[in-house]
């Protein structure tokens, strides 16, 4: 497929995409012009901050499956116009957030310490030690607004200060700020007035934007020092300016700015605000994390599998994605075998979760499925941005239940799909190092056997003889049986075997052997 790199990210990560087998073109510099005249021949555009992936663009990339933010956050990029269209909108969350992290402390003790307005003291060669006295960072209350990942990193570094942190985190639970050792406010007023330095590392939303004002800087210590390296306009920058000029504020670092390029602002005329053009990632090792991470994740969109940064995708945490992501793959090749066991349109899917994996979100198994469904019944890419959607417009309705009972599996997933009278069952598991997909029943028959590439599905009377007829046919058409299991049913003297093959069975193939075992049933998938 086709990938335009719009802005510099790392060979490294340019080399992934090509071994991956992908034609990219880096071009850089683009004008809004430029790049919705040229986005319609690519599969994938990557971008960092400063290309605006709008609308436009967006319902310009008639090809588009995957936008890649080689960054943290995506406020570039209209997520709301590209899940409309099913393009898959990630990022590289952790690429800098080490780099974040230290930008921040550099700010906090270039502000407590005056080092940039004593630089550029001694650059007039002045000796003026008295005129930069600071404070120390030693026992001081860090409030840290923002207890994710960067926060953590915070949190962790202001330690080594001895720092006390204490924090404010709507999402946050108390057993993280345990983790990092920050005790946890739900309060906001009640934290501002026992700080002595406070960093804010939000998202931007519209909770966030302007949350600290007039009203909050009047809550603050006499002489606080403030940082942003996160997202601009967190701090209301009229009322920042005038805190700092009332003494309020001691110092401010900001490296974000609500609009950007940010060349002229009250900011500017403040002797103690120390501005930095948003270098938070501007490191060579984010930099290369941030162009690796991005090909990774761009790749595996445009291979239509689960992107873990997917921003439109329903958030899992890191430990529910490890526990269901080898059943939400598992689900898709489910839903793959489904799709052409089905002889009419599917009406509704049933996914029911059993054993440990049903302490998890499922949601996404059941997304899955229905990706492997219509990825069999659809001209357009289908993947987990808009699996849902496509179920919606064609009528299919989902239903997930789950329950912790243990079988034979620590987990197993089984699937009812319903078309008009026709009911197809299947049920799955995985197992080994890798996760492989077993296929553990079929019709309410009990087997297990590895899905391979082309599977003959049988079903007949349970007499001797019967097997050997269908390996008869098989050899005598050239095919050979790599492997199988037969399923039986005490109730119904009848048995379903399920084979993998090594070649395509045909219909006319498939029909002589249903006539030769007497069989009204069978199934030829591809996956």
């Known amino acids: 497929m086709k990938v335009l790199v719009a802005e510099k990210i790392a060979d490294t990560g340019i080399e992934l995409l090509r071994e991956a087998g992908h034609e990219v073109d880096v071009l850089l510099d683009l004008t809004p012009e430029q790049l919705q005249e040229a986005i319609g021949a690519y599969d994938a555009l990557i971008v960092r901050s400063a290309t605006q992936a709008t609308r436009e663009i967006i319902e310009a990339g008639t090809n588009l499956k995957v936008i890649g933010r080689a960054g943290v956050g995506v406020d570039n990029v209209d997520v709301d116009a590209a899940t409309e269209r099913g393009v898959i909108v990630c990022n590289a969350p952790t690429s800098n957030i080490v780099s974040a992290a230290e930008q921040t402390f550099a700010l906090m003790l270039a502000v407590a310490r005056r080092t940039a307005q004593a630089n550029a003291s001694m650059k007039e060669h002045k000796w003026d030690r008295g005129k930069f006295s600071g404070n120390e960072l030693f026992q001081k209350t860090l409030a840290i607004f923002g207890l994710g990942r960067i926060g953590g990193l915070i949190a962790a570094r202001a330690r080594a200060f001895e720092m006390k942190c204490i924090g404010y ?10 983790e990092i050792g920050v005790v946890l406010y739900d309060n906001i007023d009640e934290m501002l007035p026992q700080a002595d330095f406070i960093t804010v590392h939000l998202p931007k939303t519209k909770e966030t934007v302007g949350m600290f004002g007039p009203a909050q800087f009047k809550m603050m210590k006499d002489g ?12 209301q920058e009229a009322a920042l300016a005038e805190a700092v000029k009332s003494g309020k504020v001691a110092g401010a670092g ?11 602002g009250p900011l500017h005329e403040l002797d103690a605000v120390i501005l930095t053009p948003h270098l938070g990632a501007s490191t060579k090792e984010a930099q290369a994390r941030a162009g690796i991470q991005i090909a990774e994740f761009v790749n595996l969109g445009l291979e239509g599998k689960m992107v873990p940064t997917a921003v439109n995708v329903p958030l899992v945490p890191d430990d529910v994605m490890t526990a269901v992501k080898p059943y939400i793959e598992a689900a898709q090749t489910a839903g793959v075998i489904i799709s052409q066991m089905a002889a009419s349109p ?3 899917l049933t996914v029911k979760v059993f054993g440990d994996l049903a302490k998890n979100d499922c949601s996404l198994v ?14 357009d890419p289908v993947n987990f941005v808009n699996a849902n ?8 309705k989902l239903r997930i239940e789950v329950s912790e009972l243990r079988s034979e599996y620590s987990s197993k997933v ?17 197992a080994g190092p890798y996760g492989e997909v077993r296929v553990i029943s079929v019709m309410g028959y009990q087997l297990d056997l590895i899905p391979g590439k082309y599977i003959f599905i049988e079903g007949y009377e349970d007499k001797p003889g019967q097997l050997g007829k269908i390996g008869s046919l098989l050899g005598d058409a050239g095919i050979n049986i790599s492997t199988m299991e037969i399923g039986k049913s005490a109730d119904t003297g009848k048995v379903v075997v399920l084979m993998n093959v090594d070649e395509p069975i045909s219909d006319e193939l498939r029909q002589q052997i249903d006539a030769e075992v007497k069989s009204d049933r069978s199934w030829f998938i591809q996956m």
């Open 346 to 348: 599917i009406e509704s």
């Open 366 to 379: 059941g997304t899955g499925a229905l990706r492997g469904i219509f990825s069999c019944s659809s001209d």
């Open 254 to 264: 900001i490296d974000v700015y609500e609009k950007e390029p940010y060349t002229d």
């Open 169 to 178: 985190d709507p999402y946050a639970t108390q057993e993280r700020a345990d």
């Open 389 to 396: 959607h496509i179920a919606e417009q064609r009528g299919v």
């Open 224 to 235: 606080v020092y403030l940082v942003n390296a996160a997202r601009g306009g967190i701090y």
């Open 414 to 430: 089984s699937f009812e799909a319903r078309g008009g009278s026709e009911l197809i069952e299947l049920s799955i598991t995985t």
